[in-house]
């Protein structure tokens, strides 16, 4: 599962303390487990290695350079939704012929540079965007591959701001409009369809959504067959879901035993998307006790690391476990109800409500787990405060992989125009 465990009371990242961790390189910082990412990694590999599928990790759940690198070292491809992320994914090493391009808002320029570097596709998300990549292409020499991202209209059963494969929201689109597109595509000539893509939610933790979803797509596609339209790639998107609580999310090895069959009927290559099962349960975001501090209705514990940090409890009311660092068996015995809180100016700045957890005092270390997806790539400078330190543990070593912002880093494009300095 994960490579955080308790030894002799002390929480270790595979062979650290991550006590030392945190004395060393301070607080909030991540902590990311490189074989535990790898581990995830191989596991969804391993379950579909009958497919052979090119895995393109979600590079949103978490783009740190070296997670990129480590992740594309070992053959994976990327999954872009921008510039920024194509810029990210190229630095990091990757193949433009394993990067996969999706976002409902792609600019112009985006497109241009996507098409320039020679990416797979683009997963395409509206007619008016296919026919804007259809005219930029025109100025290049050779066709530009395009996947028909649909939208199934399935229910995930996961957080509404996740959902992203019901009919209302923003993303995809309808069978209706895809088979238009797909009989008309010889009027499109600067592009090439070559696949069809779904992405229908995050954490979802059930086989049935993706069951039901892929079976609409398989049904679609053999109607186009009918129709004369064949198709190259079958991209599965992401979402699979993973343990923040109590949930029992399918494994690989499940997920592969519903999909694979459907999957091989089709004969089409298979492209998927993970983000926060591969990274998710790989990091930690550990923090420092400032103080505690008792109400008449509550009692509060003040962290030094806030919603700017970590904004999926805030966000989506997410569940993350809270874990003292060190755990002496006194504590066990002493536990209270708590409200874990950041120092940031707003009500909504907490990691947990009413937990039940063994006493904390000023200076203890805790763990917020499980924040290795969308924890730091969501993180933001409210409060003026600069973003956390990241580090990845290799067994008994750890390297920085990204430094804490300065005060200079804060203001660095801040421009006081010469009038205010009364020039
Ligand atoms: C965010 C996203 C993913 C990854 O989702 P996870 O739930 O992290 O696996 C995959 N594909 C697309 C298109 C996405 O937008």
Same mark, same amino acid.
């Given at each position: ?22 004395? =060393? ?7 990311y487990?490189?074989h535990?990412?790898? %581990? ?26 070296? +997670?990129?690198?480590?992740l ?22 990757c193949?433009?012929? =394993?990067?996969?391009?999706a976002?409902?808002g792609k600019?112009? /320029? ?30 290049? =020499? ?10 199934? %209209?399935?229910?995930? /059963? ?8 019901? +009919? ?17 595509r ?10 069809l893509?779904?992405? +229908? ?5 059930e ?46 090895? /499940?997920f ?14 298979v ?11 790989a ?23 806030g ?24 504590? +066990? ?12 100016c707003?009500?909504? %700045?907490f990691?947990?409500?009413d ?5 904390l ?26 973003r956390? =330190? ?12 990204r ?16 009038f205010?300095?009364?020039?």
């Amino acid at each position: 599962m994960h490579e955080f465990r308790y030894i002799n009371n002390r929480l270790y990242c595979e062979k650290v303390k991550v006590e030392e961790l945190a004395r =060393k390189f301070g607080t909030p910082l991540y902590v990311y487990s490189y074989h535990t990412m790898l %581990d995830h990694f191989h596991k969804l590999q391993a379950a579909f290695r009958s497919v052979k599928p090119l895995v393109c990790y979600s590079v949103k759940a978490n783009s740190n350079l070296a +997670i990129l690198k480590a992740l594309v070292d070992k053959g994976a491809g990327l999954d872009i939704v921008s510039g920024g992320e194509l810029y990210r994914a190229l630095k990091a090493g990757c193949p433009a012929q =394993k990067i996969v391009y999706a976002s409902v808002g792609k600019t112009d /320029k985006e497109i241009e540079e996507a098409v320039k570097k020679g990416i797979l596709f683009f997963n395409v998300e509206s007619l008016p965007e296919l026919e804007n990549i259809n005219r930029i292409a025109g100025r290049f =020499k050779r066709p530009v591959n395009v996947a028909l991202r649909i939208n199934p %209209d399935v229910e995930p /059963k996961t957080h509404k701001f996740i959902t992203t494969g019901k +009919i209302t929201n923003k993303f995809g689109i309808d069978f209706a409009v895809a088979r238009r597109i797909l009989l008309l595509r010889r009027s499109l000539c600067n592009i090439k369809i070559c696949g069809l893509h779904i992405h +229908i939610g995050s954490q979802i933790t059930e086989s049935a959504p993706f069951v039901a979803a892929i079976k609409k797509v398989i049904a679609f596609l053999a109607r186009m067959k009918n129709e004369g339209v064949t198709l190259e790639y079958l991209n599965l998107g992401g979402g699979l879901g993973i343990v923040y609580d109590n949930e029992k999310p399918q494994t690989a090895v /499940k997920f592969a035993a519903q999909v694979l069959p459907l999957l091989k009927r089709t004969g089409l290559k298979v492209i998927m998307e993970p983000g926060r099962f591969i990274i998710g349960n790989a990091g930690i975001l550990v923090a420092r006790v400032l103080y505690c501090k008792s109400t008449p209705r509550k009692r509060f514990v003040i962290v030094d690391a806030g919603m700017n940090d970590l904004i999926r409890p805030s966000f989506y009311n997410a569940y993350h476990q809270i874990l003292p660092i060190r755990y002496p068996l006194s504590a +066990i015995r002493y536990t209270e109800k708590v409200d874990i809180v950041g120092p940031i100016c707003e009500s909504g %700045d907490f990691f947990a409500k009413d937990r039940r957890l063994p006493r904390l005092k000023e200076g203890d270390f805790i763990a917020v787990m499980s924040a290795g997806a969308y924890g730091f790539s969501m993180s933001s400078n409210y409060n003026s405060r600069r973003r956390a =330190k990241e580090v990845m543990v290799v067994k008994d070593k750890a390297f920085v992989i990204r430094k804490r912002e300065s005060f200079q880093d804060l203001l660095r494009n801040e421009i006081i125009p010469a009038f205010l300095m009364g020039l």
